[in-house]
């Protein structure tokens, strides 16, 4: 399965940014999809997961929305109110292991979109 995550970019503190993540398989219903994100010298960190349902990071519940369109093999997270905290590089990758919150559980991953919130 190849990922190609997009939609990055830089935005002040409230705004919104709306990342997507392309999937070249033609199972990507089957497989439960993740964001995570990595901040510099921070260990990368779950962030949302839609498989059936979705679960979040209580750092983004409320804030952040991740959803599926199974018919063009996509998976979007929508962000509001996003913080200064919240920039990193946000990863998109799926997993066989259904919903899950821990990295080593995912398969394959996406190249990273870079997100930067100033204050």
């Known amino acids: 399965v190849q990922l190609q995550a997009s939609g990055g970019g830089l935005v002040q503190a409230g705004g919104s940014l709306r990342l997507s993540c392309a999937a070249s398989e033609r199972t990507f219903s089957s497989y439960a999809m993740g964001w995570f994100r990595q901040a510099p010298g921070k260990e990368r960190e779950f962030v949302a997961v839609?498989?059936?349902?979705?679960s979040y990071a209580d750092s983004v519940k409320g804030r952040f929305t991740i959803s599926r369109d199974n018919a063009k093999n996509t998976v979007y997270l929508q962000m509001n109110s996003l913080k200064p905290e919240d920039t990193a590089v946000y990863y998109c990758?799926?997993?066989?292991?259904?919903?899950?919150?821990?990295?080593?559980?995912?398969?394959?991953w996406g190249q990273g979109t870079l997100v930067t919130v100033s204050s």
């Open positions: 990758a799926a997993s066989g292991y259904g919903s899950s919150h821990v990295k080593d559980d995912y398969d394959y």
């Open positions: 839609s498989s059936g349902i979705t």
